[in-house]
């Protein structure tokens, strides 16, 4: 079975073909720009086959086209992996915010898209484009290939409401769903399940703490493979300070920042989401390994930057370990928790008196599975390369199997 996985965003769209008879990724890359103008130079398309990537620039100006473009680059251009769409079984979509709709992944029919787009109010970033994506993907390959649509938030619906429910009118989560949802919760859902897989060991039997920690960063509390907290809220605004977004703080912030500034409670927000975080802290840049690069040079500011990030997941870390009464496995996932030896070493450094402790020798590694811990520690501390694209194609695989 080969099922194709898609991740579209309002101006871009991510594939990836798999083989699922050996898991294997056939063709993979993103185009990026949807709807803009292309003046040559941006390379705007990539393609990554047998190892090897590719890229060039082409305007496309709806998502129809971006879908054309991958059935031409799948089909029929110099890299071209299979002789027709007609060879796809099945496409997977992320889906960013399914609310209280659905604790789970569902075949798509016309109720699904209409609740998507009853849902977009809590993900206007987000499901708007997840729906464009859908439709222009169903006029490709056509209305019998089956398509699923698999939830970030999903994951975290097993949360209690002492961990989901904010302390706000209760009306305000009765009228309007507002509510902890957590995302990244495909992730979190394979690292702590592939974790398990690794030691041998039942997940019902572990509490596990999950750090996916990248450009966009979240924690989740793991307890007996169900997830009972977790960093994002109601928007993936919430939580750890990120790349641009300032993570939790002190909402009266908002209105104090819209009146010096003269700006609207939607503006302000907005430079939260854009313009804060590690780039609004450092004045460098939103990337890690930009940071890193400035503190070795005695940046103050990016130095500053990190700690508070480091502090951040630190203290959330010894947070989830007494909201289980405990933690077995603490795990480091995405681009920075897989890639950054130093970051990992300094968060982790303070939390022995938990038992959790960091080796130097064997946290030298970047994005490969690898148990950091000291030898016979109490706490394993384990670094797993997250595989978000294998997790919706194997939901994806299941509902359409349980279908025929």
Request: glycine share 8%.
């Amino acid at each position: 079975m080969k099922i194709l996985v898609i991740n579209c965003g309002s101006s871009s769209l991510k594939y990836q073909l798999m083989d699922m008879s050996d898991l294997s990724v056939l063709c993979k890359g993103v185009i990026e720009r949807i709807g803009m103008t292309i003046n040559g130079g941006e390379k705007n398309v990539s393609v990554k086959v047998n190892g090897q990537k590719f890229e060039y620039d082409k305007e496309l100006p709806t998502h129809t086209d971006a879908f054309n473009e991958v059935k031409y680059i799948l089909c029929e251009s110099e890299h071209k992996v299979i002789d027709s769409m007609k060879e796809i079984d099945a496409v997977g979509h992320r889906i960013v915010q399914g609310g209280d709709i659905y604790t789970h992944s569902v075949l798509v029919d016309e109720t699904v898209v209409e609740n998507l787009r009853k849902l977009s109010p809590l993900a206007p970033l987000h499901n708007p484009g997840h729906i464009q994506g859908y439709e222009a993907c169903k006029a490709v390959v056509g209305p019998d290939v089956p398509q699923v649509v698999v939830f970030d938030t999903a994951f975290h619906s097993t949360m209690p409401p002492k961990a989901y429910m904010y302390a706000v009118p209760y009306e305000w989560y009765e009228k309007y769903g507002v509510r902890r949802y957590g995302f990244h919760g495909t992730s979190h859902f394979y690292v702590s399940h592939r974790c398990a897989a690794k030691m041998g060991k039942p997940i019902e039997d572990l509490k596990l703490i999950t750090c996916h920690l990248g450009n966009g960063s979240s924690l989740a509390a793991v307890k007996g493979g169900r997830c009972v907290d977790t960093s994002m809220g109601l928007t993936p605004l919430a939580g750890l300070p990120m790349g641009t977004r300032a993570g939790d703080m002190d909402v009266g912030v908002v209105e104090f920042i819209a009146n010096k500034y003269d700006m609207t409670i939607s503006e302000a927000v907005n430079l939260l989401n854009k313009e804060s975080g590690m780039l609004g802290l450092s004045g460098v840049s939103s990337d890690f390994r930009d940071l890193e690069q400035a503190a070795e040079k005695d940046h103050h500011r990016a130095t500053v930057a990190l700690e508070i990030f480091e502090y951040r997941v630190r203290k959330m870390i010894a947070e989830y370990a007494a909201a289980m009464g405990g933690v077995d496995v603490v795990v480091f996932t995405a681009g920075v928790g897989e890639n950054a030896p130093e970051t990992r070493a300094h968060i982790l450094q303070g939390l022995e008196f938990m038992g959790i402790t960091c080796d130097p020798e064997k946290n030298r590694c970047r994005g490969k599975e690898q148990i950091i811990s000291r030898d016979g520690a109490p706490v394993i501390v384990m670094v797993v390369p997250t595989n978000e694209e294998l997790m919706i194609a194997q939901d994806t695989m299941e509902l359409v199997l349980d279908q025929e």
